[in-house]
């Protein structure tokens, strides 16, 4: 159910039982969503995005600083056209072609995996040693002060 029909259902609600006549000139104009129409603004969107990509050197096209004014524009586009037909965003429709996206310009941009290395045995010691002298710091502070209680008391 559209959310808006819903909204609408609820405030009639409230202001018939408020014993107020609302009445309607017109009924309110819901918007279908046209799949086919939403897939050609996608695609409108699509190009103006290559077309600023081309301008972007492919060596570059992995580092999200060269190109987030372009990556804004197009999800700023596709968003506005879905709205403007009356799509939900994002819709399946929408994220099939984003995800095409992806793939034709960010396909060669995998994450490189990171190999982790010890810590210099330095840095290591010191890392086991304070927990443990921590936690024997506090054990003797606990038995310290149940052994004051009990002398005070």
């Known amino acids: 159910m559209d959310p808006n029909l819903l909204t ?25 969503c046209n799949q086919t129409v939403l897939l050609l603004e996608m695609e409108k969107c699509g190009e103006r995005f290559s077309s600023d990509m081309n301008h972007i050197h492919p060596d570059d096209r992995c580092n999200l600083t060269h190109f987030i004014r372009e990556y804004h524009v197009f999800s700023f586009c596709t968003e506005v056209n879905a709205e403007r037909i009356g799509c939900f965003w994002p819709n399946p429709a929408v994220e099939h072609f984003i995800i095409s996206i992806h793939k034709h310009f960010f396909s060669n941009c995998s994450l490189e995996r990171v190999v982790f290395i010890d810590p210099p045995d330095d840095t290591l010691m010191l890392l086991i040693l304070v927990p443990v002298f921590l936690t024997l710091a506090m054990v003797a502070l606990v038995v310290w002060c149940s052994k004051r209680s009990d002398i005070l008391a």
């Open 8 to 32: 609408l259902f609820k405030l009639s609600l409230i202001l018939d039982a408020d014993g107020a006549d609302l009445t309607f000139t017109q009924r309110p104009r819901l918007l279908q």
